[in-house]
């Protein structure tokens, strides 16, 4: 049968459509983790990366290389137990003999679900020897039961290379590379009979496996659908003519009850279906790719937000980005949406949309009440057309596109790992709330208010080579959760008692915090006594504070007398309130304006070449904008006074020194000079001078002259 074909191409419009979000937001403070947090690290452990919350033995199971923990939900640095689990000798030799450095041919713990109330199940890579085993925490101690089985399919070879895994009812789901060569990339199902993936490019194409989400589609589902194993990757794109190689964000799905095939597809997915996962972003030339991923259900299943975080291929990172897809919408493109297949003329390859008439039952679908309806109980009872479909054209052609514009796009570091909390504000509306790590060790804590995105603030939570590798979160205990290479970190969701001032506490726009009028401190609201609701106010969408106490609309300053000295470098700080703060000076009340000599740094103000003329006083003010309005703040005031040259610290000593050499000159020259006319004089005395006498005796002795002149001659 002839099939209408039509051809697709990679076109760059595709990544400039919608509307246009704004770029590089800016946190409005940027905060170190200090006393708000805790950390842990153990001496000699590294890569904190694998974490499992228990919370109803509240404790957190952190696996790094060769050790797992338990510690303390409230409080992290509280180590309950710990267990290694160590490579032997000899399988580190045989790692390395094999190729791989002294730093792989360790046991990282990459694998961590919980099988019941107090067992999980746990994997580790086990210097290239990937293995699986059964611990339990009972009485306060971590204990690994020695039942170890092959953890090929359920957990990577390589330590560094990423994996996914969601336990489910008994059954271990993954997406890994299943060999030690890192070439054969798989979606399986292990345990009560293996289910996995085709080994074909059409399937997965040098796949980077992102994240892995379990949707209980099933529950109260009108059509009898099936639950649904949502997949998250990037892979090379196999539709899209390019002269480089170019990969492309997918999402795959797999229906829970897949038992695979009778004859075709026996023992695989039969319900296996991929898209392309878009995520539009201004002045960016190719696709971004999906890093981390965040299932946020505010309700049932059919409320479900998949949050992915998006960095750009290449070497160069240039904008990162939050794109925010509903379950529904990627449900329409996997159960309404057209296919792609493979294209074969003339030796030329290419992936096309699909017009031809699609087998029945729908390829990829799940078995549910219509298809029980026909006879097809499960899939083993599919007919070969639909699989030998499924089998060749597991591509979908249309992508799936965010729920509305990119939530946030930020330049600078790269965004890495994202998780997010609902909260209730002090008007009943409810906000979600986004932490995203970065690869400069930071968590952005972010808000969205009617379409405009918020950074309420930047913490520094790890070094800045240090990036965040992990982020878990307690909604229970309202705390956060960080992993990276060298450290664990514990972080509130709100540390409302850090705003300092009315101001403050508003123009954070903090769902979780508000001004309390009567103690006149920034509190949770979270804690609010409904008798004392009235007392405190919160202005998220626009920042307001107008309803703030005089005393925190204006913070006055002490005048700091500072002396200058001309020809100088003048350095005046000024640390305004937040990083959207704009800064300005005021010399003798006239606003200062960059020039040669005058130049506002943010937070500094350099005046070069100081002269007699700068005397003066010196004023900074924050100028803090929102909704329109601006919030002025007096930061800083300086009296500056011109100083004698003389007293100057760095003078003084030169003049002292100065005097000193003269001194010292004056001494070297007298004292010679001295000893010489002592020297003379008694040499007169003496006689020693035959001129002197001889004019002396010139009447007596006229030879004597004229002897004197012959000599002269």
């Not at 996914?164 to 299943?178: I, P, T």
């Not at 990339?185 to 892995?212: H, K, Q």
């Amino acid at each position: 049968m002839l099939f209408f074909l039509v051809l697709s191409f990679w076109a760059p419009a595709v990544l400039i459509s919608g509307q246009v979000c704004p770029l590089n937001s800016t946190p409005w403070k940027t905060v170190t983790l200090s006393n708000r947090g805790h950390v842990f690290q153990e001496e000699g452990v590294w890569n904190y990366t694998t974490m499992l919350l228990m919370e109803d033995e509240g404790v957190l199971i952190l696996g790094a290389r060769e050790a797992i923990f338990a510690l303390d939900l409230n409080n992290i640095t509280h180590k309950k137990a710990m267990v290694k689990w160590s490579v032997t000798s000899e399988m580190q030799r045989n790692c390395i003999f094999n190729g791989k450095t002294q730093t792989e041919c360790h046991n990282y713990i990459r694998i961590l679900h919980k099988m019941s109330s107090n067992t999980m199940f746990v994997c580790g890579t086990n210097a290239f020897n990937p293995t699986c085993d059964i611990m339990s925490y009972k009485d306060g101690k971590l204990t690994l039961e020695g039942k170890q089985q092959d953890g090929e399919g359920k957990c990577p070879f390589d330590p560094f290379q990423r994996c996914v895994s969601e336990f489910v009812d008994g059954q271990l789901y993954s997406a890994m590379f299943n060999n030690i060569l890192s070439s054969e990339p798989v979606v399986m199902r292990s345990f009560n009979g293996t289910i996995r993936t085709e080994y074909m490019t059409a399937w997965l194409n040098e796949p980077n496996f992102i994240g892995m989400k379990h949707v209980t589609e099933g529950d109260d589902n009108p059509e009898g659908d099936d639950d649904k194993i949502y997949l998250f990757f990037n892979e090379r794109a196999v539709e899209y003519d390019a002269y480089s190689k170019m990969e492309v964000s997918r999402v795959a799905r797999v229906c829970k009850g897949d038992v695979g095939g009778q004859r075709t597809l026996q023992k695989k997915w039969t319900s296996f279906l991929k898209t392309h996962l878009d995520c539009p972003v201004l002045q960016t030339r190719l696709p971004l790719l999906i890093q981390d991923v965040f299932l946020f259900c505010p309700d049932t299943w059919k409320t479900c937000m998949f949050y992915g975080v998006f960095t750009p291929q290449g070497e160069m990172p240039e904008y990162s980005a939050v794109c925010v897809y509903s379950i529904q919408d990627i449900g329409d493109v996997f159960s309404k949406g057209r296919f792609k297949t493979l294209y074969r003329h003339n030796l030329v390859e290419k992936w096309v949309t699909f017009y031809g008439p699609v087998p029945d039952p729908r390829p990829g679908a799940c078995i549910n009440s219509k298809t029980r309806e026909k006879g097809f109980s499960t899939s083993l009872d599919l007919p070969d057309e639909t699989l030998q479909f499924i089998l060749y054209n597991p591509l979908m052609d249309q992508a799936v596109k965010p729920s509305e514009q990119p939530l946030l796009v930020k330049k600078g570091a790269a965004f890495t790992r994202i998780v997010v909390a609902s909260t209730t504000a002090l008007d009943g509306s409810s906000h979600q709330v986004m932490f995203i790590g970065t690869a400069s060790g930071s968590v952005l804590k972010a808000v969205n208010y009617d379409g405009k995105m918020v950074i309420i603030e930047e913490v520094q939570l790890f070094k800045q080579s240090d990036p965040v590798k992990i982020l878990r979160l307690s909604v229970t205990l309202g705390q956060l959760y960080a992993g990276s290479e060298e450290a664990t970190v514990q972080m509130p969701l709100s540390t409302c008692d850090h705003y300092a001032s009315c101001m403050d506490c508003l123009l954070a726009r903090d769902p979780y915090c508000g001004w309390d009028l009567s103690t006149e401190r920034c509190i949770a609201i979270i804690n609010i006594h409904p008798d004392t609701h009235s007392e405190v106010v919160q202005s998220l969408r626009d920042g307001n504070a107008a309803r703030c106490p005089a005393v925190g609309m204006q913070t006055e300053s002490t005048t700091i007398i500072q002396n200058f000295y001309l020809g100088n470098v003048v350095r005046l700080l000024c640390q305004p309130g937040s990083n959207l703060a704009r800064v300005q000076w005021s010399l003798n009340n006239h606003t200062i304006q960059n020039s040669n000599k005058y130049h506002n740094l943010h937070n500094n103000l350099l005046i070069l070449n100081a002269s007699d003329s700068d005397n003066g006083f010196y004023t900074c003010t924050a100028v803090e904008s929102s909704n329109g309005k601006d919030d002025v703040i007096q930061n800083a005031t300086y009296e500056l006074r011109l100083g004698n040259f003389m007293e100057h610290p760095s003078v003084q000593p030169l003049a002292q020194d100065q005097q000193k050499s003269l001194l010292a000159l004056k001494i070297l020259v007298i004292i010679p000079t001295l000893i010489l006319l002592a020297l003379v004089v008694w040499n007169v005395h003496k006689g020693h001078f035959a001129i002197l006498r001889c004019l002396e005796k010139a009447e007596e002795s006229p030879q004597c002259v004229s002897g004197f002149q012959e000599i002269q001659l």
